[in-house]
């Protein structure tokens, strides 16, 4: 079965910093680039940060990047998302996903809470 | 960051025909396509149309997509009570090397 497992929820003041995982299982995670999207409380889909199949190309989202930095490790089938400098703004679910000529594959989601 | 365009509700009634429209530019939409997506509440999105156009393995034969120009566009044939979700349109962007979103339709089917 293919799944995307996110982890790294939590509660975070603002100005710190969090990160996030994803564990990836049933397909052949290093051939496929893969992405970060949150969604704030009755929002809608915001696009954060994507990673190249094979690590070499990373892409974020104009008012995120400098603060967010996206990797993964083919050889442990992770992805991760290091927030760093958080605002009360960056309060979402955060979501892992697959891309094959779309967003194919979600996880469940985990919760970042930004507040004081 | 430039988004894709989507009308924010679509209400219809049970057993007819919905579209939904996206509408980017020729960096995006016109560029790739978009890909659709459904929300349920308290749910993950789940794909419904990739941008090729094609249904993913699973997906009802009463979604559609297609495009013309800047505009992609997803027909719902037969309404049914559980089609009433959030749907959203994405697209690669060239010109932002980042994926973009449409700001989702609310379907209501009545």
């Known amino acids: 079965e293919v799944q995307l497992v996110e982890s790294g929820r939590g509660l975070v003041q603002p100005g710190g910093s969090l990160t996030l995982s994803c564990s990836a299982s049933?397909?052949?995670?290093?051939?496929?680039?893969m992405h970060w999207v949150r969604q704030a409380p009755g929002k809608g889909l915001e696009y954060v940060s994507g990673?190249?199949?094979?690590?070499?190309?990373?892409y974020y989202t104009d008012s995120l990047r400098g603060r967010f930095t996206i990797s993964r490790d083919n050889s442990e089938n992770t992805m991760f998302l290091q927030m760093s400098s958080l605002r009360t703004e960056d309060t979402a679910v955060y979501y892992c996903?697959?891309?094959?000529?779309?967003?194919?594959?979600w996880g469940q989601g985990t919760m970042v809470t930004v507040s004081s | 960051q430039a988004g894709l365009t989507q009308p924010p509700s679509v209400s219809k009634g049970l057993r007819q025909t919905a579209t939904l429209t996206c509408t980017g530019n020729?960096?995006?939409?016109?560029?790739?396509?978009a890909a659709w997506l459904q929300q349920h509440q308290g749910h993950p999105p789940k794909l419904l149309s990739d941008?090729?156009?094609n249904r993913p393995s699973g997906i009802s034969e009463r979604f559609s997509a297609s495009r013309s120009g800047n505009t992609d566009s997803l027909t719902i044939t037969g309404l049914q009570p559980e089609d009433e979700a959030d749907y959203y349109c994405?697209?690669?962007?060239?010109?932002?090397?980042?994926?973009?979103f449409g700001g989702g339709t609310k379907l209501t089917v009545l």
């Open positions: 020729s960096n995006n939409v016109g560029h790739q396509g």
């Open positions: 994405s697209a690669w962007d060239r010109s932002l090397s980042a994926w973009v």
């Open positions: 996903v697959k891309e094959d000529s779309g967003f194919d594959v």
């Open positions: 990673v190249s199949s094979h690590g070499r190309y990373t």
């Open positions: 941008r090729n156009n």
């Open positions: 049933g397909f052949t995670f290093r051939n496929y680039n």
